[in-house]
DNA sequence: ATTTTGACGGCAC
DNA sequence: CGTGCCGCCAAAA
């Protein structure tokens, strides 16, 4: 893989959970913004979904993509609300709750490593 | 080397 | 709020 799948996967390894990130915020968080498409190709190729959450990968728009998905697109927002992620509506995450950026605190924070822990809070 | 193809995003309708 | 188009740019054919 190239190196900017590299640093995608990076970006994506540390989402939180109940948290997602658009293809074009990774795109942005790796310097460059007009890779925002690379970012989903790179997705394609991911080696263990269950290392790189791809899934809290969506559109801007908060949808989710409809085709190339390990499950579909069911599979995909059913993995979010497992995870607490709030949607608009049946096709839509609520962006403006659980959007994420590298350099928020992650520290005290569940990422993927922390599957075992509940969303209980 | 050239053409086609997208897990995108923005903008016009 | 859904559709359609165009621009990006590396990877695959």
């Not at 908060?62 to 509506?89: H, M, N, T, W």
């Not at 569940?110 to 509940?118: A, F, G, N, Q, S």
């Amino acid at each position: 893989m190239g190196a900017f799948s590299d640093k995608a996967f990076d970006i994506v390894r540390r989402i939180p959970r109940g948290r997602v990130m658009s293809y074009g915020a990774v795109a942005r968080a790796i310097g460059e913004p007009r890779k925002s498409r690379f970012v989903g190709y790179a997705m394609r190729n991911n080696p263990d979904p269950d290392i790189y959450p791809c899934h809290r990968v969506v559109f801007k728009d908060g949808a989710i993509c409809d085709s190339y998905v390990f499950g579909g697109p069911e599979v995909q927002k059913r993995l979010l609300e497992q995870e607490g992620v709030p949607f608009l509506d049946d096709t839509h995450v609520d962006m403006a709750k659980c959007a994420w950026t590298p350099g928020e605190d992650t520290f005290g924070r569940p990422t993927d490593i922390d599957w075992e822990r509940e969303i209980g809070d």
